[in-house]
Nanobody, 125 residues
Framework: QVQVRESGGSLVQVGESLRLTCAAS????????MGWFRQDPGKEREFVAA????????YYADSVKGRFAISRDSAEKTVDLLMYNLRPADTAVYYC??????????????????WGQGTQVTVSS
């Protein structure tokens, strides 16, 4: 089992930046990848960014490409999501997820077995 916990959500103004952090614990030796997803009430959970643990390859949704950056600390088993130039459309609950599945698509929510409780990001205009 892998436990993941997010932190860093906050209320910010349009154009401001924010960093979310996800910490993984438990059976982390078999981590394949970690990702961030977000969800607004009444909407489906959508992919934001992901990172492959072994080689650091990163993946981004088109809506955040160029504004968000995902990175990992292999020793600390943490993943950061740096969010720049935030927009009201970025308002959502952000979830961190982890997977130990090989040959899985890191941009698909169904690939992840381990999820955090979520952290609220609100971008006010």
């Amino acid at each position: 089992q892998v436990q993941v916990r997010e932190s860093g959500g906050s209320l910010v103004q349009v154009g401001e930046s924010l960093r979310l952090t996800c910490a993984a614990s438990g059976a982390t030796s078999g981590l394949i990848g970690m990702g961030w997803f977000r969800q607004d009430p009444g909407k489906e959970r959508e992919f934001v960014a992901a990172i492959r643990w072994a080689d650091g390859n990163v993946y981004y949704a088109d809506s955040v490409k160029g504004r968000f950056a995902i990175s990992r600390d292999s020793a600390e088993k943490t993943v950061d999501l740096l969010m720049y130039n935030l927009r009201p459309a970025d308002t959502a609950v952000y979830y961190c997820a982890a997977t130990r599945q090989w040959f899985t698509s890191l941009i698909t929510a169904g690939s992840y077995a381990y999820w955090g409780q979520g952290t609220q990001v609100t971008v006010s205009s």
